[in-house]
């Protein structure tokens, strides 16, 4: 296993990173931009293994407006293969010094592993991107209310069943997953919401969840990220492939925007920025 990164932010740096992002949420929207370390993503599998291309990567992202930075080093995508704990982090302990050095931008570490999550807080990541809602790793509640980080909640199932009503099942989850982040000393600030698009849901489940965006935010209190990047659901209703996929993800982010969603995880930074500079100048007007 690879060792620690020698880079490590202090707690007050790492604080300050992490209220930076939390304190833009509201404001205007948030782009969290994609950074995956694997070799299986979907969209951009093995394109930023190695560590220069991925650090020239978050470069980019946060040129073209990305306000914060969400590293993953295991796919979560449909059918996915598991990637273990030592592999996780031997594709992240390298990269994850030198990113942090090289930006001042938060970062995130898309992980449902709790050990992944407790290093990487350690070395100065401010938000943990949970795709199980603290329901998958027993102690990922603990380990974010120990080290101070914020944490996105994402709603996901195990088995695709056409038959739930997708937004009863959204609030149980939540509901079951808000009560371990009390229970763990979570500060309520530092919590967002993810419907999940793409997880354990049909395509018309995943449009539901999509319109729920605004009852989710009333019910919960909580800003909502959404997650569609480049998703299957866009390929299906347009019949594109995966670089097709970018007027579907505006067009649904835009929609999510209009109904109270607040932060928006994406691979194309500059699009959603130029985006939500238009809808900002016709909402504002």
Known sequence: MAEPAIFELTKAERDHRRDSFLDLIGVRPAIMGILNVTPDS????GRFQSFDSALAQARKLVAEGADIIDIGAESTRPGHTP???????RRLAPLLGPLLSAIATPVSIDTSKAEVARRSIAAGVSIVNDVWGLQRDPEM????????????????RDTVDPEVDIEVDMRRFFERSLALADTAGIPSRHMLIDPGIGFGKT?????RALQATSRLRETFDLPVLIGVSRKWLFGDLLGVGVEGRLIGTLAANLATLARGAAVFRVHDAAEHAA???VFHAIDSA
């Open 275 to 277: 985006a939500f500079k």
């Open 141 to 156: 509640a603990g380990v974010v209310a120990d080290g101070g980080a914020a944490v996105v909640i994402m709603h996901n």
């Open 83 to 89: 990637v273990p704990l030592d592999e996780e982090w």
């Open 42 to 45: 979907f969209s951009d599998g």
């Open 203 to 207: 395509k018309a489940q995943n449009l």
